[in-house]
């Protein structure tokens, strides 16, 4: 099992000069993704988003069950025992 949750919106924290970007407040933004396997790669589980939002609006005409993943969502996009 690998999970993972990127800052997806985050902006670097430095340029290319290493030096510090100033005047902007960080975004925390985050999705958790979670993808399983065994060792060989002949058993894979379909992946699981975690996300903030019930519905996000490019998935707003879309039904979840029709999604290659499965879809969950909470406040924190973070994996809980719930899930």
Not at 48 to 75: A, G, M, S
Request: glycine content about 4%; overall charge positive; aromatic content about 10%.
């Amino acid at each position: 099992i690998k999970k993972t949750g990127p800052f997806w919106k985050m902006e670097p924290s430095k340029s290319h000069a290493k030096e510090a970007i100033a005047g902007k407040k960080k975004n925390k933004q985050r999705v958790t993704v979670l993808l399983c396997s065994n060792l060989l790669g002949t058993i894979k589980i379909k992946p699981l988003v975690i996300h903030y939002y019930k519905t996000p609006r490019p998935l707003l005409r879309i039904k979840k069950e029709d999604l290659p993943v499965n879809y969950y969502w909470n406040n924190t996009a973070w994996m809980t025992t719930t899930i």
